[in-house]
T-cell receptor, first 108, second 115 residues
Framework: DAKTTQPNSMESNEEEPVHLPCNHSTISGTDYIHWYRQLPSQGPEYVIH???SNVNNRMASLAIAEDRKSSTLILHRATLRDAAVYYCMYNAGNMLTFGGGTRLMVKP | GAGVSQSPRYKVAKRGQDVALRCDPI?????LFWYQQALGQGPEFLTYFQNEAQLDKSGLPSDRFFAERPEGSVSTLKIQRTQQEDSAVYLC?????????????FGSGTQLSVL
């Protein structure tokens, strides 16, 4: 089972950076690390994914530990629209296995 | 362009009724996934199609659940003799690549309530 561990919830102030941690100690060498987020009453939305190197896109940055057993999603300036449940996963085989995710609350 | 479209958006069924949920993936997407999301939980994998082939159905909870994608585009998830525990949001996702190695695009889901 492709299991990851994330904190249940985190809080941030608006316009401050947010670091969302994830542990994935059972990941294998060819599994990509994926982050999705889900706003209320919507389907999950892709945020970012990577294999070994750190990755950046317009939404976020992904920092991957050298041993790949953990990663951190970085939102550089949180906005109220970033309040969502953030899921960290890796694809073992054909599927992504969602865990409970981290509920991010952003305070104005 | 259009994203993944699911219909109906809401479905209320009486216990024992059969239901059919439709997913229109993004045109040209090879992979199609169905997930089930109970209230307050993360999505749970149900099944995976690569074009018209159902390559993984390990997540289907019982033989009352059946999915098809006969022409490699639109997919239907059918639930026979619905039970109250089937109440959930059913999410469909598609991807241009094979498997889940690249970006998945999710629909908004069908919220099924079984009374």
């Amino acid at each position: 089972d492709a299991k990851t561990t994330q904190p249940n919830s985190m809080e941030s102030n608006e316009e401050e950076p947010v670091h969302l941690p994830c542990n994935h100690s059972t990941i294998s060498g060819t599994d990509y690390i994926h982050w999705y987020r889900q706003l209320p009453s919507q389907g999950p939305e892709y945020v970012i994914h990577g294999l070994t190197s750190n990755v950046n896109n317009r939404m976020a940055s992904l920092a991957i530990a050298e041993d790949r057993k953990s990663s951190t999603l970085i939102l550089h300036r949180a906005t109220l629209r970033d309040a969502a449940v953030y899921y960290c996963m890796y694809n073992a085989g054909n599927m992504l296995t969602f865990g409970g995710g981290t509920r991010l609350m952003v305070k104005p | 362009g259009a994203g993944v479209s699911q219909s109906p958006r809401y479905k209320v069924a009486k216990r024992g009724q059969d239901v059919a949920l439709r997913c229109d993936p993004i045109s040209g997407h090879v992979s199609l996934f169905w997930y089930q999301q109970a209230l307050g939980q993360g999505p749970e994998f149900l099944t995976y199609f690569q074009n018209e082939a159902q390559l993984d159905k390990s997540g289907l909870p019982s033989d009352r659940f059946f999915a098809e994608r006969p022409e490699g585009s639109v997919s239907t998830l059918k639930i026979q003799r619905t039970q109250q525990e089937d109440s959930a949001v059913y999410l469909c996702a598609s991807s241009l690549a094979k498997g889940a190695y690249e970006k998945l695009f999710f629909g908004s889901g069908t919220q099924l309530s079984v009374l």
